[in-house]
């Protein structure tokens, strides 16, 4: 799947685009390589559950049985967002608050 509409909505509730994180260093941390983040692929198998659905459904009225679907890839997409917002040792990798100055784990200086 090449293309992916990342606009999703829930319960009549519309949710943004995130804007794609940089590491400190400037290169994109890849998704995937996170703990607190949905298995690869994960996300793009509910789209298709989705779109599936949806077709099958023959278009009429297909809001009540697609609910569950809308709900488990708001809860991907949260996931995603949360381990996006994370900040992790560049040394240990370990997972550290924003305001910390250094590493719990191994004392590597973070700012």
């Known amino acids: 799947m090449e293309y992916q509409?990342?606009?999703?909505?829930?319960?009549?509730?519309?949710?943004d685009q995130r804007q794609n994180r940089q590491s400190r260093d400037g290169l994109r941390e890849p998704v995937e390589s996170r703990q607190d983040c949905p298995a690869p692929g994960e996300l793009d198998q509910a789209y298709m559950k989705l779109g599936k659905a949806y077709y099958e459904g023959?278009?009429?009225e297909p809001l009540p049985e697609l609910l569950p679907l809308?709900?488990?890839?708001?809860?991907?997409?949260?996931?995603?967002?949360q381990a996006e917002e994370s900040q992790f040792c560049p040394n240990c990798g370990?997972?550290?608050?924003?305001?910390?100055?250094?590493?719990?784990?191994?004392?590597?200086?973070?700012?």
Do not use: P
């Open 5 to 15: 509409d990342e606009t999703v909505f829930v319960n009549y509730e519309k949710l």
């Open 58 to 60: 023959g278009f009429e």
């Open 94 to 111: 370990q997972k550290v608050e924003k305001s910390s100055v250094f590493c719990g784990k191994c004392g590597q200086r973070l700012k």
């Open 70 to 81: 809308f709900d488990q890839i708001t809860r991907l997409r949260k996931a995603r967002e």
